[in-house]
């Protein structure tokens, strides 16, 4: 078996201002900032690490375990 938990980013859209940190953080290059109005998650690329929730200066994203 491969699967294993892992902690996802979740992004509060109505509180993220689009700033781009998290994207430039990303060390899997996961996030992009869709039609330049809130950071968008790719969880196929995400590897759960926290970066971005760490970095974003508006606290827009949590860290959620994930269910198996
Ligand atoms: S948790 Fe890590 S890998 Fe996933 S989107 Fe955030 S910075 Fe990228
Ligand atoms: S760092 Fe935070 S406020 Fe900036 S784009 Fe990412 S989620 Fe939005």
């Known amino acids: 078996m ?5 902690r996802k980013p979740v ?7 689009a700033c781009g ?3 430039e953080t990303c ?3 996961a ?4 039609n330049g109005i809130h950071a968008v998650v790719d ?3 995400c590897v759960g690490c926290g970066a971005c ?3 974003c200066p508006a606290s827009a ?7 198996e």
């Open 2 to 6: 491969t699967s294993k938990k892992k």
């Open 11 to 17: 992004v509060d859209r109505a509180m993220c201002a």
């Open 21 to 23: 940190e998290c994207a």
């Open 27 to 29: 060390p899997r290059i």
């Open 31 to 34: 996030i992009t900032i869709r």
């Open 43 to 45: 969880y196929s690329q």
């Open 53 to 55: 929730a760490a970095v």
């Open 61 to 67: 994203i949590s860290m959620k375990m994930e269910a």
